[in-house]
């Protein structure tokens, strides 16, 4: 840590201190921080047949961070899609609190008294949905297609500041301690038509109310279809639970099955008690994963590399994050490499861009365009590209030792967000191999006379994200 960011925070301290709870620092100083502890608590009412949700949430979170806060950043991708009402109030421990829009999708909500390390506050957000059919990246996110509804980036979630962006994900997120959903429906439903992971409790065979309820996640989704049918398997002690309409699910869950039993092997056991799988109501666009959660569109659900590709998601996002806009590379690179390797087949990359390039390197709208097909697109830069990379540095440090070395990052970091630095910085302490040619030659963090790739984080920022993790190796 600089000393001028040391100096800055004992300050921060000491006049928080000396001058106790009415001190407020100029509004220059405006700080916040994604160094909390959550809890989620969303209490959910949808009618299916209209794809409305009435939901109000309950923040809860603990500032974990050295500095008192006076503001939080929520992002909420439902409103670039079109889909979210919010027109009343927020609260913070009970009194009406003022919040702003500072991009399309990232809600400022200030709080009213400075919330100082280790203080909790307590932030009831009362919003609700109308889902339509999303397009192009987000059928399996937030979406409504064939009379399946497809709940994910759907609720206001403690984020830094930041957008939706057409390429890549578009929501960065940190572990919470727990995100609740207690969902009623309109109309009863068959027990199986809700598929969360944690399921807590539903109905006996019909009925309107589901509770569901995951630890230690950075995000929560689940899926709706009246007509899906449940195929289960356990894993040691994981509760695979696949729910399709239009195939059966062995094959699916067979699929996930393999997948899981390999990368516990790899990288370590998969930690929480269940995994789902649920297949939404479009059939183009991409397939995507959420912690202890997979959304798979219709053309991929039975599809072999989609399905391990959105498992190994569950150790490379789920459970070590990352800056998923940042460096996308970091969980996109090593589920394609983690496919390939348990399928045991190659790639075929063409792309000439940084293996490193962040999401917005390819032109792209809020919830749309970009170019993710071609050899100068994101799918053979950001995965293709990582996988040659990454199989490039486990022949230099030998299989057993590029795994032992992963497997121990993993254990190090679960539940926390990781950078490409750090990573590396990891890999080339493990055994003597020379990497930093191999860096030099996929990463633009490396490349001589380039300013390391982290510097646009502005040392302002420095208090919404750790900026220990940015240092540069290179002098
Ligand atoms: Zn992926």
Redesign the pocket.
Known sequence: MPVRRILTLALLLAFGMEFGRAWAPPTASAATTTKVTQRYSITATLDVASGELDAIETLRLTNRSGIAIDHINLSVIPRALGYLTLDQPITVDGDEASAEWTTTTNLRVSLAEMLRPNDTAVLDIPFRLAVGSSRGAFTARLSRDNGVLSFGEWFPILSREHDSYGVGDPQVSYTAESIRLDLRTTTPLARDAVACPGLVSAPEASGTRWVCEADDVRDFSFVVNPRFHLTTRVVDETTLRVYTETVSGEVTADKAVQALIGLNQAYGTYPWPDLVLAEVGASGGFSM?YPRSIHLTRSKVTDTYLIY??VA?QWFYAQIGNDQQREPWL??GF?DFSTRWLMGIGENQCSTRDVDSPVFAWDAELISGGDWQSCDGYFHAIFYKSTEFLNAIRARMGDAEFFAAIRAFIEEHRHGVVTTYRLLDHLEDWNTADLLPLYQAYLRAYDPGVAPVHRPYRPALCRTIDCRDDRPIQP
Do not use: V
């Open positions: 994963e590709h959105e998601h969980d996109e589920a």
